[in-house]
């Protein structure tokens, strides 16, 4: 079965530190991936994916199918990136349409 | 913001009752979802539409039902089934060709059963 899995709920680092948010997923087809985020007060929307291969905010994601995961990277956090980060496998239904998979969340907390 | 709206903000029911979530939108989308969000586990996936007049069950569709008689709503029915519905509740939408998986979110609304 598809799974998703952010194995840590907070990540707390100060101003200039590097981010690294977990996740790791379990799909045996190739993997679609998203980093999603919700900052305070705000909706939830698309940061980036992997097809894109491209760099927001500062953040970045690899795919390693070996390891089975696409961390999202930041060298510099800053605070304003605090918020909450969720992963995201597409995968197929029974129905042959596709649809998310959410990982559990980590909300990063950016100290000054 | 804009795009994609839900109401009520906050929904009191009480036991035994069905209530029902409105979600509206107007970015053309063909692709309209409902997830729940409760604490520590994420969003789950309860019912999903790719086009009008048409609706697949996610994985925790027991309890709750759906239509989709216009492209632009989508509305969630929260029935007295549902052994437990006070969550928070997310609309999302997304075109199907182009990046299909790009969803778009509504606010929410948090319902909670008295």
């Known amino acids: 079965a598809q799974r998703v899995t952010q194995p840590e709920k907070l990540l707390s680092v100060f101003k200039g530190a590097p981010v690294e948010l977990k996740c790791n997923y379990s799909?045996?087809?190739?993997?679609?991936l998203f980093w999603y985020v919700q900052y305070s007060r705000q909706r939830l929307q698309l940061l980036l994916r992997?097809?894109s291969r491209e760099s927001i905010k500062g953040f970045t994601a690899d795919l390693n199918k070996g390891e089975t995961s696409f961390h999202l990277k930041k060298p510099f956090a800053q605070e304003e990136d605090s918020a909450m980060y969720y992963c995201?496998?597409?995968?197929?239904?029974?129905?042959?349409?596709?649809?998310?998979?959410f990982g559990s969340g980590t909300r990063l907390q950016v100290q000054p | 913001d804009g795009g994609i709206t839900q109401s009520p903000k906050y929904l009191f029911r009480k036991e035994g009752q069905n209530v029902t979530l409105s979600c509206e939108q107007n970015?053309?989308?063909?692709?309209m979802y409902w997830y729940r969000q409760d604490p520590g586990q994420g969003l789950r996936l309860i019912y999903y539409s790719q086009i009008v007049n048409d609706f697949q069950k996610g994985d925790i569709a027991e309890g709750y039902s759906v239509s989709r008689e216009k492209k632009e709503s989508f509305p969630l029915t929260v029935t007295s089934a549902q052994k437990n519905p006070t969550a928070f509740y997310l609309c999302?939408?997304?075109?199907?060709?182009?990046?299909?998986?790009?969803?778009?979110f509504g606010p929410g609304t948090r319902l909670t059963v008295l």
């Open positions: 992997h097809i």
């Open positions: 799909y045996s087809g190739s993997p679609e």
């Open positions: 995201a496998l597409s995968r197929p239904m029974d129905t042959g349409r596709r649809a998310l998979t």
């Open positions: 999302a939408s997304s075109i199907l060709s182009g990046a299909p998986d790009t969803q778009y």
């Open positions: 970015l053309n989308h063909d692709a």
